[in-house]
């Protein structure tokens, strides 16, 4: 059953991209992730009381909310900078840029947390990863100058922030509950998305949202939600070494509904990065 959910976590984390560019088409990508995030943080919160950590919300250190918070920040900020790229930029593109914040997670760790064992498989995962991702971002010669930059410094951005998030949370869930921390994080997530919606003056945007990609917003969330939903019952219950690898495979069912919803077709260079991601994401799955 845990690998069942395994399997669920990488499907929903699939489908959170496609339905997300569903939901972009006209809706302005910092209204479409506010929304968005109070979807995810109802499931969050639903993941606290189904752990029964819910208790432990008095016992938390200032420290470790000081670094949840940030994370929470970073957090938002990845997501901001993952909308806009989504409504920019082709999934197969943007996918494979912001699944890189696991390398630079990896560097980061090496670096601030001293985590050097294996270090020679760990860098050949990382670099693996880093060859995929620039193939399967390769522009093709024929396509306009502007087309090519629009998209990749969000790409980039959610990146570089999603990584700040892994270190960050690392430091704020010591000794705070996994699932407790991941809601604390996302309410800062939610606070952070409406001030940027406020402060950029698109509050108007919501009064004329189209209904029917607010549904897809919607599904966006419900699909993150249920991804960590799945993602924690398998970790709970199975073997995290086979779990994360097979979470982590979410790329390929983005990249397979990209093909089927929006007639992305990977080049042969493309494929080849897919191929490169898939191996040193397995390759760096193996020495946890």
Same mark, same amino acid.
């Given at each position: 059953?845990? *690998?069942?959910?395994? =399997? @669920?976590? &990488?499907?929903?984390?699939? +489908?959170?991209?496609?339905?997300? !560019?569903?939901?972009? %088409? ?96 760990? *860098?050949?995962?990382? =670099? @693996?990863? &880093?060859?995929?991702?620039? +193939?399967?971002?390769?522009?093709? !010669?024929?396509?306009? %100058? ?118 992305? %077709? ?23």
């Amino acid at each position: 059953m845990w *690998l069942v959910m395994a =399997a @669920l976590s &990488a499907l929903f984390a699939g +489908l959170t991209a496609i339905l997300a !560019k569903c939901g972009i %088409k006209k809706t302005d990508p910092d209204v479409a992730t506010a929304l968005r995030t109070v979807v995810v943080l109802a499931f969050s919160w639903i993941m606290v009381f189904v752990a029964g950590s819910a208790r432990t919300l008095t016992e938390i250190s200032a420290k470790s909310v000081v670094f949840l918070v940030l994370s929470g920040l970073a957090t938002g900020a990845s997501w901001l900078c993952y909308f806009k790229a989504l409504s920019a930029g082709d999934v197969n593109k943007v996918v494979p840029v912001d699944k890189s914040s696991t390398v630079l997670t990896v560097l980061l760790a090496i670096v601030f947390f001293g985590e050097t064992d294996h270090l020679a498989v760990k *860098l050949a995962g990382t =670099a @693996l990863l &880093a060859a995929g991702v620039f +193939l399967m971002i390769e522009k093709k !010669k024929t396509e306009a %100058k502007e087309t090519k930059r629009t998209w990749l410094p969000y790409a980039i951005g959610s990146a570089v922030f999603a990584a700040l998030t892994s270190v960050l949370g690392k430091i704020g869930i010591d000794g705070v509950e996994s699932n407790l921390g991941t809601a604390i994080r996302t309410g800062v997530v939610l606070v952070t998305a409406w001030l940027m919606v406020f402060i950029k003056g698109k509050g108007g945007e919501i009064k004329r949202l189209d209904r029917r990609e607010l549904v897809f917003i919607v599904l966006s969330g419900i699909a993150t939600g249920a991804s960590w939903l799945c993602y924690y019952y398998a970790i709970q219950k199975g073997v995290v070494s086979v779990v994360v690898p097979v979470d982590k495979l979410s790329i390929v069912v983005s990249v397979v509904f990209s093909y089927f919803v929006f007639k992305e %077709k990977l080049s042969v260079k493309a494929l080849i990065g897919l191929i490169l991601i898939v191996a040193g994401t397995v390759v760096m799955a193996v020495w946890k």
